[in-house]
């Protein structure tokens, strides 16, 4: 099947610009240099999935021209991925009486459950709640005809997910991604992988980790993302190899699902 991966946000926690912030990317005039919460949206056969739900939705949304959404998939829960739930309301209106399933490890429902009581516990009785429902997941979840399976990857002190689908993978926050999760990520047409910036980090990945990524896992192209301040667009894209991107908010690819 044909499906098309758009880029949601490419930046990390904070964005880019980032707030109080005086430094020449955060006040570049390049649009590929101002980056939201880190998100991409899989299309296919008419379907919409999520990858996590960023505190930047709505405004993706608009910006994408988001009509609807059949699920949401969750790699874990920071808040950068998780605190646009409240914004789903309108596009979980139109699955009433349904609702839309997130889905998630036991773990983070658990979290996402408990850090969104006021839905969950459901007695609020004025104005409207999202109308979700989490799914547990604990492997490979098959969506409207296509898979998608968990990797697991190493964020800091944690063990995340990032998800694989097709020919196509997407790790948003990880510091290592273990072999066995490597192993998984053969036959690539289109990677995504953590490059936050230069300068090592406890809980993301760099740029020259991440490219030694690269050459073990050999995709056809490979794209950068939860990417800070330190990395201006057009320049970091110059020392990178041919195959290799730094993604940026509204970037569409084709691939295989
Ligand atoms: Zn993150
Ligand atoms: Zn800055
Ligand atoms: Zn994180």
């Known amino acids: 099947m044909k499906a098309t991966l758009t880029v949601l946000g490419s930046g990390t926690s904070m964005g880019v610009p980032t707030i109080g912030c005086d430094c020449a990317v955060c006040h570049s005039s390049d649009p590929h240099d101002r980056r939201t919460r880190p998100s991409v949206l899989i299309e296919y056969q008419g379907k919409s999935i999520l990858i996590d739900s960023t505190p930047d939705f709505r ?4 910006r994408e021209q988001i009509h609807h959404l059949d699920a949401v998939l969750y790699t874990h829960t920071h808040a950068d ?4 739930i409240d914004d789903l309301r309108p596009l979980t209106f139109r699955h009433k009486p349904n609702k839309l399933p ?5 773990e983070a429902a658990d979290f996402i459950r408990n850090m969104f009581r006021y839905i969950f516990d459901a007695d609020y009785k004025f104005g409207g709640l999202p109308q979700v429902e989490l799914r547990v997941i604990d492997g490979p979840v ?9 990797v697991t990857v190493i964020h800091g002190e944690t063990e995340i997910w990032g998800f694989r689908f097709g020919t196509a993978a997407y790790l948003t926050d990880h510091s290592e991604v273990p072999d066995q999760s490597l192993d998984q990520l053969q036959g690539l047409d289109i990677l995504f992988l953590d490059a936050l910036r230069y300068k090592p980090h406890p809980t993301h990945s760099t740029v020259e980790n991440s490219l030694r990524i690269v050459e073990r896992v050999k995709p056809k192209r490979a794209f950068f993302t939860h990417i800070c301040h330190d990395l201006p667009h057009e320049e970091t894209n110059a020392t990178l190899p041919a195959n290799v991107r730094l993604a940026y908010d509204g970037m569409k690819l084709e691939f295989e699902i």
């Open 59 to 62: 405004e993706q949304a608009i």
């Open 102 to 106: 997130l889905y998630a490890r036991q």
């Open 81 to 84: 991925h998780i605190l646009g």
């Open 142 to 150: 098959e969506l409207f005809g296509a898979r998608f399976e968990p």
